[in-house]
């Protein structure tokens, strides 16, 4: 009839309507989804490895650039410095090396869909990732062994003597120290940054007797000696000798 031609027109040019709608609605879309595609190498635009550059780049080729300069690092070598001295550690010794498969991976992991996208529309942001160092800890004992003695000094116990007089002379006690091991190992692991030349932090250690409680004990022992003493024995008292307390007091005598 002649009032269904219109309706078959007007149904045409909706179904033309819908489809250009949806062309254009899946045009950005699908642009967005290719944009953002994986590519394999999963490193984004403005990524940074230790300062290194690496967005772009395939898994393989970050990993030749993070090697390259994690390796002109450890070149510089690896000295402690301790108490003044200074002790030279060959990095090939204790095989240290650039953690790079660890690095590139983090820079891997951490690319999502959005930041490959705004990278490919030239919207990047820079995203750090640390390069930290490996080494054989067998190997890093026996490097480090003179550090660690050239460091650790063995506290001191105060000390009471009696002189002949029967004075009480109190040595006060000496701390002793130690090398604090995992602050050298964490510097060492992040040589990038804190070498070539690292100091050996240490530790105090105090001593079994302190000066306090030595001095106490002196104070204690001569009120002691000072003070009468009687034993009483039933129907007998006898008063205790000064040198018999001073024998009790137990220090030795200079």
């Known amino acids: 009839s002649l009032d269904s031609k219109p309706r078959r027109r007007r149904g045409r040019l909706l179904l033309v309507v819908g489809a250009i709608v949806v062309v254009a609605l899946a045009l950005p879309t699908a642009a967005a989804l290719y944009l953002g595609r994986d590519t394999g ?12 550059p690496v967005g772009g780049l395939t898994v393989q080729e970050a990993r030749a650039v993070v090697r390259t300069h994690g390796n002109e690092l450890i070149a510089r070598g ?3 410095v301790a108490g003044g001295n200074r002790f030279q550690i060959d990095p090939a010794e204790i095989k240290l090396r650039p953690n790079v498969v ?5 820079a ?3 690319s999502s869909f959005v930041e490959r996208l705004r990278g490919r529309l030239g919207d990047t942001t820079t995203r750090s990732i640390p390069l930290t160092y490996l080494y054989n800890a067998n190997a890093y004992r026996r490097a480090t062994l003179p550090v660690r003695q050239a460091v650790s000094i063995a506290p001191q116990s105060a000390s009471i003597t009696t002189t002949e007089s029967g004075a009480f002379v109190v040595t006060p006690a000496v701390n ?3 090398p604090m091991i995992s602050e050298m190992r964490a510097a060492v692991r992040d040589i990038g940054h804190t070498g070539p030349e690292i100091p050996v932090a240490v530790r105090v250690v105090q001593p079994r007797i302190p000066t306090a409680v030595a001095n106490e004990a002196a104070s204690s022992a001569r009120t002691f000696i000072a003070t009468r003493h009687i034993v ?16 009790a007091a137990g220090f030795t005598q200079t």
């Open 41 to 52: 190498s999963n490193i984004p635009a403005g990524t940074e490895i230790d300062g290194v």
């Open 78 to 80: 690896l000295i402690f």
């Open 102 to 106: 660890a690095a590139v991976a983090t």
């Open 108 to 110: 891997q992991a951490d």
């Open 176 to 178: 002793g120290q130690l």
């Open 232 to 247: 009483s024995l039933k129907y007998d008292s006898r008063v205790i000798p000064r040198a018999v307390a001073k024998r």
